[in-house]
């Protein structure tokens, strides 16, 4: 089981790929590796982030400016949200979000190719707090291992992809993972739920089917999505779970940045201060391994449909 991260070597900021020739397999490579549940590291930045950029992140009194969880932004609106306070300073965070973004989707694109224009831009993120002894209410627990999953953002059998980068210049972020999605949904699926949620009813399928036509927010939920939902609680819920699991510990050192399916990949950040985070949703369509896919795995399981 090889479940730790493989660094990358042969893509870097700036110049791209190493040898461009062999790109297009390289790049599909990495995409399989990450939906088979692997995560890739860089080392050193592989996109631009100004060092004055990342200094302005780092020097802010978070504490003083009114702030929820995170920071996050929405690329697709330009939308700066959980913070208030100083316009100035709000106007600058915006700009560095803006920038960052444009800079992760670019890098995205080129070195995942077999996604690029085909997945959905998520929202991106800064976490300025240790994680450590946080005291979050226990669903919003970050210590606790789990999956992702978006109450208002069903991907519908798509994946999460996540970009990842440690600011901190000195200290290394520390995740536990765990087993491969197989193994856990395996275990656990039976007793979250998955049958209840394989059989759900023909009307309430259709129901969230057409409130997710509408666009109303948190509809367009697939059985898959309402299982996720669940399955993120349910882990965090199951002290047998998170005490007996086999665990896996990642030191993430300062300014390097790793690439994960957060969706597959169980995982609790033990330690840390200052991440920066972009988020994309891939598609059934866009995998190129979709056999690999949590709701493929889980239909399996379960012996029917739970994306339609
Ligand atoms: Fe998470």
């Given at each position: 089981?090889?479940?730790?991260?493989?660094?990358?070597?042969?893509?870097?900021?700036?110049?791209?790929?190493?040898?461009?020739?062999?790109?297009?397999?390289?790049?599909?490579?990495?995409?399989?590796?990450?939906?088979?549940?692997?995560?890739?590291?860089?080392?050193?930045?592989?996109?631009?982030?100004?060092?004055?950029?990342?200094?302005?992140?780092?020097?802010?009194?978070?504490?003083?400016?009114?702030?929820?969880?995170?920071?996050?932004?929405?690329?697709?609106?330009?939308?700066?949200?959980?913070?208030?306070?100083?316009?100035?300073?709000?106007?600058?965070?915006?700009?560095?979000?803006?920038?960052?973004?444009?800079a992760v989707i670019d890098f995205a694109?080129?070195?995942?190719?077999?996604?690029?224009?085909?997945?959905?831009?998520?929202?991106?993120?800064?976490?300025?707090?240790?994680?450590?002894?946080?005291?979050?209410?226990?669903?919003?627990?970050?210590?606790?291992?789990?999956?992702?999953?978006?109450?208002?953002?069903?991907?519908?059998g798509g994946r999460i992809l996540r970009?990842?980068?440690?600011?901190?210049?000195?200290?290394?972020?520390?995740?536990?993972?765990?087993?491969?999605?197989?193994?856990?949904?395996?275990?656990?699926?039976?007793?979250?739920?998955?049958?209840?949620?394989?059989?759900?009813?023909?009307?309430?399928?259709?129901?969230?089917?057409?409130?997710?036509?509408?666009?109303?927010?948190?509809?367009?939920?697939?059985?898959?999505?309402?299982?996720?939902?669940?399955?993120?609680?349910?882990?965090?819920?199951?002290?047998?779970?998170?005490?007996?699991?086999?665990?896996?510990?990642?030191?993430?050192?300062?300014?390097?940045?790793?690439?994960?399916?957060?969706?597959?990949?169980?995982?609790?950040?033990?330690?840390?201060?200052?991440?920066?985070?972009?988020?994309?949703?891939?598609?059934?369509?866009?995998?190129?391994?979709?056999?690999?896919?949590?709701?493929?795995?889980?239909?399996?399981?379960?012996?029917?449909?739970?994306?339609?």
């Amino acid at each position: 089981m090889n479940l730790s991260w493989i660094v990358v070597e042969d893509y870097r900021r700036g110049t791209g790929w190493v040898n461009p020739e062999r790109r297009d397999t390289r790049s599909r490579r990495y995409c399989e590796l990450l939906e088979s549940g692997q995560i890739l590291m860089f080392p050193e930045l592989p996109f631009a982030l100004p060092a004055e950029d990342q200094e302005f992140l780092l020097a802010q009194e978070w504490a003083e400016l009114r702030l929820h969880k995170n920071v996050s932004y929405r690329p697709g609106e330009d939308i700066l949200k959980g913070v208030t306070g100083n316009p100035e300073t709000i106007g600058r965070l915006r700009s560095i979000f803006r920038n960052y973004s444009t800079a992760v989707i670019d890098f995205a694109g080129k070195f995942l190719e077999p996604y690029a224009g085909k997945c959905t831009i998520d929202f991106s993120s800064f976490r300025p707090f240790e994680e450590e002894r946080r005291g979050l209410p226990l669903h919003k627990r970050n210590d606790l291992l789990h999956v992702d999953a978006f109450p208002s953002r069903p991907t519908q059998g798509g994946r999460i992809l996540r970009v990842f980068t440690n600011l901190n210049p000195k200290k290394a972020r520390v995740w536990n993972t765990t087993e491969p999605f197989e193994e856990v949904a395996k275990r656990y699926a039976p007793d979250a739920g998955l049958r209840r949620f394989a059989e759900q009813s023909w009307v309430r399928r259709t129901v969230q089917d057409l409130g997710g036509k509408l666009g109303l927010r948190g509809m367009g939920r697939t059985p898959y999505d309402m299982f996720m939902l669940g399955f993120h609680d349910y882990l965090k819920e199951n002290t047998d779970f998170q005490r007996d699991c086999p665990k896996i510990r990642l030191e993430f050192p300062p300014l390097a940045t790793w690439l994960v399916l957060t969706d597959g990949v169980a995982h609790a950040v033990m330690s840390g201060q200052y991440a920066l985070e972009q988020t994309f949703l891939i598609p059934p369509a866009a995998l190129v391994r979709p056999e690999q896919a949590p709701y493929r795995i889980l239909e399996k399981l379960a012996a029917r449909p739970l994306v339609s």
